[in-house]
């Protein structure tokens, strides 16, 4: 293994696809410049097929195991064994999401980041929020809406931090988002740098872990110590796929994957669903395994250009699967056939979440981008 000190520029990231030789576009939000004048990484395809498979674990877990009025198992067989173990796609997105928002920070002042985060983030979330309320309101079969006061504060995204239930159920991982971004923020305000992002990985790392004997909830709270491990190796294994293998990134891996192991003792969906630990534990090292492949080029050949509308369709997928879908199955599961029901609420959703991202994350997130620019022009100029 190669030592590479933590100050050294990054190593060269080619530039150009395998196929056609043509260059692969950098993601919407990443920076195009580094500091330092090195290229900015380019846009990793595979992690975009990575996430929508990993929001395609949790579409699966919420409906394949949903509300149909019997055990699944008796419906769907073999596939509703695989689909209790598909909450583990939170998981693998928090690792992804590690490695991914550092890797778009990179040049970018505090105002940019937040920006390119807000950007990214409130489009499709506020139109998922408007329809799984209109939905909930308009057929109540599963529930119906959140009173008038907290379905407009979740348009916020800070539901959580009220104590205010999330209109969807599968929005409280963007609270645990929001939180690692707020704290990723106090990199991006001093620089973002190989040796700042370390010290914010092991700084991370000792809080996370010590914090659960302090006794002070509020910390807990904005540092989501069960989430952690997976925020901070995605982190570090970017660092490791930017600037080489180095002793003390690995071991930044390693430490996060073993208090990941560690933490899954007595989580609620393993009694829930009576899962073995070491069944959950293998998955997860799987999860850890795969992303430390993307960090060491295994899949720097994958460019499939088609990968790169499967990410755009993970986000709102995401957004309006669950309470939108679960109301579909209870209102229609003794009308229509399980089996083609199911796959029609998923091509459902995947046809809508194809049109938000085409009708309105894409152009009012280049409107909302401009705005935010001319807002913070004018912020530095007062």
Avoid at 146 to 152: I, K, Q, T, V
Avoid at 195 to 220: D, K, M, P
Wanted: positive net charge.
């Amino acid at each position: 293994m190669k030592a590479i000190p933590l100050d050294a520029p990054p190593r060269s990231v080619p530039a150009h696809a395998p196929t056609a030789g043509r260059p692969v576009a950098p993601p919407a939000d990443a920076p195009t410049a580094s500091p330092d004048g090195a290229p900015a990484p380019t846009r990793l395809l595979v992690l975009d097929g990575l996430r929508l498979a990993a929001a395609l674990l949790v579409v699966a877990h919420h409906l394949v195991r949903g509300p149909w009025g019997v055990d699944p198992g008796s419906l769907f067989g073999p596939l509703a064994a695989v689909a209790s173990f598909g909450w583990l796609g939170v998981n693998l997105f928090f690792l992804i999401s590690g490695f991914v928002i550092c890797l778009s920070s990179w040049g970018r002042s505090l105002g940019e980041f937040a920006a390119s985060r807000a950007v990214r983030l409130f489009p499709a979330y506020w139109v998922g929020v408007v329809l799984t309320t209109a939905v909930l309101a308009a057929w109540p079969a599963l529930r119906g809406p959140l009173p008038a006061p907290e379905s407009l504060v979740n348009l916020t995204m800070l539901q959580s931090g009220l104590g205010v239930t999330d209109q969807d159920w599968s929005y409280w991982s963007l609270g645990a988002e929001l939180r690692f971004y707020l704290l990723f923020a106090i990199v991006v305000w001093l620089g973002v740098t190989c040796r700042r992002v370390v010290y914010f990985c092991g700084v991370w790392t000792l809080v996370a872990v010590f914090s659960t004997t302090w006794n002070q909830g509020w910390i807990n709270n904005m540092i989501v110590p069960q989430f952690a491990p997976y925020f901070v190796a995605g982190v570090a294994l970017f660092l490791i796929h930017r600037f080489g293998s180095n002793l003390l990134l690995w071991g930044l891996v390693g430490v996060n994957w073993l208090i990941a192991l560690y933490r899954l003792q007595g989580y609620p969906p393993l009694e829930h669903f009576q899962q073995s630990w070491w069944s959950v534990a293998a998955l997860v090292t799987g999860c850890f395994a795969l992303l430390a492949a993307v960090a060491l080029g295994a899949f720097q050949r994958v460019g499939w250009r088609w990968l790169t509308v499967a990410g755009a369709l993970t986000y709102p997928l995401y957004l309006i699967h669950q309470a939108i879908g679960q109301t579909l199955i209870v209102a229609l599961r003794d009308r229509v056939p399980h089996w083609l029901l199911l796959a029609g609420i998923v091509a459902l959703m995947l046809g809508v979440s194809w049109l938000i991202h085409r009708y309105v994350e894409r152009p009012l997130g280049a409107r909302l981008k401009r705005g935010l620019a001319t807002s913070l022009a004018a912020v530095r100029r007062g």
